[in-house]
């Protein structure tokens, strides 16, 4: 089936890079919010991400619903963003605290950065925006 006739929330359990990242959403009861309209781009740590965290934080995290769904939604912004048409810019994030993206390189090479996380020029095209790999897990401040 092709990505773009599913919503975000199917694509991230559907895909490898992102089951901790499905799991999250589920356990802070945001799926239906991530199966809206949207549009969305979603900067979601990759499972390798959420593995560099302290042993145990994960576990932590899925207990905590609140602080969980802060730290989901400190990684989404509203409408749809390419990796192609990243510039260095904020923008502020569903949580509310602002994403800072830094593009890095040449031409050829363009790299970039949400909040010091780096991305992964592998998107994920949905039904209702995009989900972008990065390979930290953000935490707000708040």
């Known amino acids: 089936m092709n990505t773009q006739d599913q919503d975000i929330v199917a694509n991230a359990a559907n895909s490898p890079d992102f ?40 576990n932590l ?39 800072a993206l830094q593009v890095s390189g040449s031409d050829l090479d363009i790299g970039y950065t949400v909040n010091g ?3 992964s020029k592998k998107e994920i095209e949905s039904s209702n925006g995009i989900l972008h790999g990065i390979d930290t897990v953000m935490m707000p401040a708040g």
């Open 19 to 58: 089951s901790i990242f499905s799991n999250a959403l589920r356990a802070a009861g945001l799926q239906a919010a991530f199966k809206a309209e949207g549009p969305f781009t979603v900067f979601a740590p990759t499972d390798a991400a959420f593995e560099k965290l302290p042993p145990g934080a994960v």
């Open 61 to 99: 995290l899925l207990k905590d619903k609140a602080r969980l769904a802060s730290i989901i939604n400190f990684h989404a912004t509203r409408g749809v963003m390419h990796a192609v048409d990243i510039k260095t810019h904020d923008l502020p994030s569903l949580q509310g605290e602002t994403l």
């Open 117 to 119: 996380a780096k991305g």
